[in-house]
């Protein structure tokens, strides 16, 4: 994407990882979705599934990453950045040091239980191996308007 700003990429990719989640409206699960991208090549892609899957490490982020790690032949995922729609948990944020992950942008701020700025700066202890840059807010409100609509879609059909 030679020529464009960060912040415009990060916007188109963050943008794909929004229609990723959309995709997931009509199931049990929260509509979150990630990519990993790689030289500006996307290389992993994951929604939600924990419901689908009954796994309850079934998160976006760990689908993504999984596929990333599968394409590059390696578990190291240096110089890839990962795009999702929601602040990643404390499983999330993990994986992503563990896995040496270069970048994060997250949409939309998880209060309950985000791990990279929330409730936990797990991307940026420094008593960790590794700190993964992190980008925060990237289309926050069409993230969190999926949310809302999920949220408001299971209210209606006296969902908890």
């Known amino acids: 994407m030679l020529g464009l700003h960060q912040d415009e990429i990060d916007r188109r990719f963050m943008q794909q990882a929004v229609e990723l989640a959309r995709k997931t ?16 090549r996307i290389i ?18 760990m689908i993504a990453l999984t596929a990333a790690a599968e394409y590059l032949g390696q ?27 270069e970048r994060l942008v997250y949409a939309a ?21 590794h700190r993964v840059e992190t980008v925060a807010g990237v289309l926050a409100e069409s993230a969190a308007e999926l949310l809302r609509e999920f949220f408001r879609q299971r209210r209606e059909r006296g969902e908890k």
């Open 25 to 40: 409206l009509d199931s049990e699960d929260v509509p979150v979705g990630a990519l990993v991208v790689h030289e500006g």
């Open 44 to 61: 992993g892609r994951g929604y939600n599934q924990r419901e689908k899957l009954h796994d309850p490490t079934a998160h976006a982020e």
């Open 75 to 101: 578990w190291r995922l240096d110089g890839c950045t990962m795009y999702v729609t929601l602040e990643p948990c404390a499983m999330c944020a993990g994986a992503l040091v563990l896995a040496r992950m």
């Open 109 to 129: 701020a998880d209060p309950k239980a985000g791990a990279c700025g929330s409730l936990y700066e797990i991307t940026q202890d420094a008593r960790l191996n």
